[in-house]
């Protein structure tokens, strides 16, 4: 509209130019010619009314215009002051919108990056506004979409910065678990592993850290688990480290320090029965070696000293009178059992007697008796009168015989005669002591008579892995043999 009105101001400004032009030029005039002009003829009456009359009408068209040109302006200026005045309306409601807007996202995009991103969208809807020359164009300045665009980015840079912290975060715990990973590995990496396992080993090892690299959320990275492979690696080297022992039985030490001889096959299905290969790893296997060692204990300790060699044996030991007993040996042999110094004391004494006796006896016995009763007025009188007479005769006779049979040696003397060959028949000696302490004790076995005292003091050879000597000689006093039998 007010495009419309300038242009009618313009052309009206051209018409009214155009008639000052008209009003003001001189009339044309033939060129003066060169030769002498002839004399003017008079004027006449009608031709100066009309002079007159063309001047009046362009003072009047003249005056008109200019009125109109005034008019115009007028009009021109009303219309662009009422224009200005609505323009201004609508650039102030227009901003008020701009910054009411502002103040309602900025609680919602309260960042660095937000309030940066609500300034420049502010600045430029204002830049927008007052550079707007209608009010159409003010109003085409949208306030709302332009926020809301700007608030969309703002959601997504959010959005963006989400990803980027998740993203680090993820990495974060990628290199974390790796690095875990690879403690947890470096233990078994560590020992001397054959080249198969340790192959199995390496790509296990790859496998979980390539399923850590293509997790695609740190839950996902959390559930990845080494321990299953763990287990099952470490029971290979463990079966690889038994069958690599060159004896039959290995031993088997646990956590707690207690050792145990197991058979090869006895210990693998021990470890397999091992769930958390966390308490795998603190067993140790070592090979056997025997070792015989000798041991003073006494008769009540040793399984009453009724062993023979080669007897399986257990040893228990018990520090003190309270404390439990407890198993420190479970696998061992007897060598050989010396019975004490005392039981090569032999002090014989037999006696024998024997006696008779005889007797005889013979009696014989005589007796007489006599009464007579006499009742003279009513009164009793009695009268009595008697005798015995007795003969006895007896013989006795007796016999006794007795004799008495004493003998008295020490065996351990006689070892040391027949040792130093000063016997003379030194050869049958030695055949008849053979196996004296063993006959001793299997009389006893038979007989059901205690010959040694429970106390006395056996020496005892045991053969026993060399891995328990330590703890046997800890406990020697407190030691008790048990033998195997089932």
């Given amino acids: 509209m007010s495009e419309d009105i300038e242009a009618k101001i313009r052309r009206l400004r051209e018409l009214g130019k155009a008639s000052t032009e008209a009003e003001s030029q001189p009339v044309s005039r033939p060129p003066k010619a060169t030769l002498r002009k002839p004399p003017r003829k008079p004027r006449g009456i009608g031709s100066i009314r009309d002079k007159e009359r063309r001047k009046k009408i362009l003072i009047g068209a003249g005056v008109l215009i200019t009125v109109i040109i005034l008019v115009a302006v007028g009009a021109l200026m009303y219309f662009q002051s009422h224009a200005a005045n609505q323009l201004q309306e609508a650039k102030n409601s227009k901003i008020a919108e701009v910054n009411q807007y502002y103040k309602a ?14 300034k420049n969208t502010r600045s430029k809807l204002l830049s927008e506004i007052s550079s707007a020359s209608s009010v159409d164009q003010v109003k085409a300045v949208d306030v709302k979409g332009t926020y809301a665009k700007a608030y969309q980015q703002y959601k997504a840079y959010l959005q963006e910065q989400e990803r980027i912290k998740f993203e680090q975060q993820l990495n974060a715990t990628k290199r974390e ?13 560590a020992q001397p592993l054959p080249d198969s396992i340790r192959a199995e080993v390496v790509d296990s090892l790859k496998s979980l850290e390539e399923s850590v690299n293509n997790a695609s959320s740190m839950e996902g990275v959390a559930r990845i688990n080494a321990a299953p492979y763990l287990l099952k690696l470490w029971r290979d080297y463990y079966d690889y480290r038994i069958d690599s022992v060159p004896t ?19 210990a693998k299905a021990y470890l397999a029965g091992i769930s958390d290969y966390r308490q795998i790893i603190r067993y140790s296997v070592q090979k056997v070696e025997y070792v015989d060692i000798a041991l003073v204990l006494s008769r009540d300790r040793i399984n009453g000293a009724f062993l023979s ?5 257990v040893i228990f030991a018990k520090n003190s009178s309270s404390a439990r007993f407890q198993e420190i040996v479970n696998q061992g042999y007897i060598e ?17 007697s024997q006696s008779s006796s005889s007797s005889s006896s013979s009696s014989s016995q005589y007796s007489r008796d ?42 351990t003397q006689i070892l040391k005669a027949l040792a130093a060959g000063k016997l003379k028949n030194g050869a049958n000696v030695e055949q008849q002591l053979e196996n004296y302490g063993w006959e001793v004790i299997d009389l006893e076995k038979s007989s059901g008579l205690m010959v040694v005292d429970p106390n006395a003091q056996f020496l005892v050879i045991v053969k ?12 020697q006093q407190y030691l008790y043999l048990a033998k195997v039998t089932g």
Avoid: C, R, W
Wanted: without cysteine; charged residues 10%; proline residues 6%.
């Fill in 370 to 411: 006599q009464s007579s009763t006499y009742q003279p007025g009513g009164t009793t009188i009695s009268n009595g009168q008697s005798s015995s007479d007795t003969y006895s005769n007896s013989q006795s006779a007796s016999q006794s015989v007795s004799a008495v049979y004493s003998y008295s040696t020490d065996l």
């Fill in 464 to 475: 026993v892995p060399s891995i328990f000597v330590p703890d046997i000689l800890s406990y």
């Fill in 105 to 118: 996202y900025s609680l919602h995009m309260n960042t660095t990056y937000g309030q940066n991103l609500l």
């Fill in 309 to 313: 060699p080669g007897d399986h044996i």
């Fill in 336 to 352: 050989l059992v010396l019975l004490p110094k005392q039981a090569g004391l032999i002090n014989l004494n037999e006696a024998q």
């Fill in 248 to 266: 039959q039985s290995v031993v088997l030490i646990m956590p707690d320090g207690t050792k145990k001889v197991l058979s090869k096959t006895e």
């Fill in 177 to 189: 678990k790796i690095q875990n990973l690879t403690l947890e590995f470096q233990p078994l990496l």
